[in-house]
């Protein structure tokens, strides 16, 4: 059966110093928590954190990857990179990645399948815009999100596949899905990974809910039964508003 995962996603925020900081800090929550527990600093804070987290259970993840693994592409963090350095999973495919820097569904499923090639996990984020949500969209959009990323994994790959689902409009905005509208995206999801894979696929997956998710909102949200855990921002970033959300069910 599958567990809660509440994640922090430090996005450009923290400079290395304070990311090993931050870091210290939630070590004794992941290791005292009932749920998993993961950050995800910016790839030139890694290297501190994964030194300042070793022997916890404490999950870093890097929060994007180039789609190939070496070679001339200015800019880039590959696979190899982060597998050298002990990074477990990777955050792929994140609204901000979407549509600021306008990665395509085809990019993100390429690399997701190299991350898994190279044995990370990976957490795969969907959402719709406010205009999709408007014109009665949103499903169809996380529909397409999940079936062209997830496009080419097998059964046994889903289980190193993490789901969030981030309404775009929800994201740092200070609006959050209510429960309930959160709740019906994340059932048709577990529906449509059943369609794409099986019950039982869609059953273990974890699916996180991201935006806007604060001490004060989290057990509503994580009361919810389709809804996994959760993929924070703004309130990942101070080590006691993050410890409220690993605590939610304490
Ligand atoms: P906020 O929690 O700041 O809304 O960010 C959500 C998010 O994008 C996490 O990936």
Redesign the pocket.
Known sequence: MRSYMIAG?W?MNKTPAEAVELAKAIVPMANAANCEVMIAPSFVCLPGVMDAVKGSKLIVAAQNMANEEEGAFTGETSVLMLKDLGVKMV?LG???RRHVYGETNEVINEKVKLALKHGLRVDL?VGELLEEREAGKAEEVCFEQLEKGLAGLSKKDMSNIVI?Y?PVW????GKTATPDDAEAIHGSCRKKIAQLFDNEVAENTIIQY?????PENVKDLMAMKNIDGG??????LKADSFEALVNFNK
């Open positions: 996603n996005k955050v994140h609204s901000e984020c969030a981030e929800a994201i740092g905005t991201g935006g806007s998710v604060k993929l924070i921002g703004g309130a990942s």
